[in-house]
């Protein structure tokens, strides 16, 4: 049998992940998601409003708004990163197209960034593990 979670514990779950990203002593205080290609190369990265996400319901946490990148570096997006304002990496995923099947962790309408693209995200959750 596996182990699972309630959803009390999974709330508490997604809360602690996401408040690491209000942590750090980097001014200004915002954490940030960088997409990053197969070989950890930094395409584009946008910035976590502080706080970073609304408090978890159903084991689920919403981001609060994401500020774009209005210059990225371009580069094939297969990756994603997420780090608190002093750069320590706190958890990462795959990213893949939207027309991708399996869908990644992250969907962007197309992972091919080009330089200087602005790249936004209009929506982000974190779960916890059921």
């Avoid at 320590?88 to 197209?97: C, E, H, I, Y």
């Avoid at 099947?101 to 982000?124: R, W």
């Amino acid at each position: 049998m596996a182990v699972t979670h309630e959803t009390a514990v999974r709330n508490g779950l997604a809360d602690y992940t996401v408040d690491l990203i209000d942590t750090g002593t980097a001014s200004p205080n915002l954490g940030y998601l960088e997409f990053q290609t197969s070989g950890d190369v930094e395409c584009a990265t946008v910035t976590f409003a502080n706080p970073a996400f609304g408090a978890a319901a159903g084991g689920t946490a919403t981001a609060n708004s994401i500020a774009s990148d209005t210059n990225a570096t371009g580069g094939t997006v297969a990756k994603f990163a997420v780090y608190d304002s002093d750069g320590t990496k706190l958890f990462s995923g795959s990213v893949t197209a939207t027309a991708t099947s399996p869908q990644g962790d992250i969907t962007l309408s197309s992972v091919t960034v080009g330089a200087s693209d602005t790249v936004s995200v209009s929506s982000l959750t974190y779960s916890a593990p059921a």
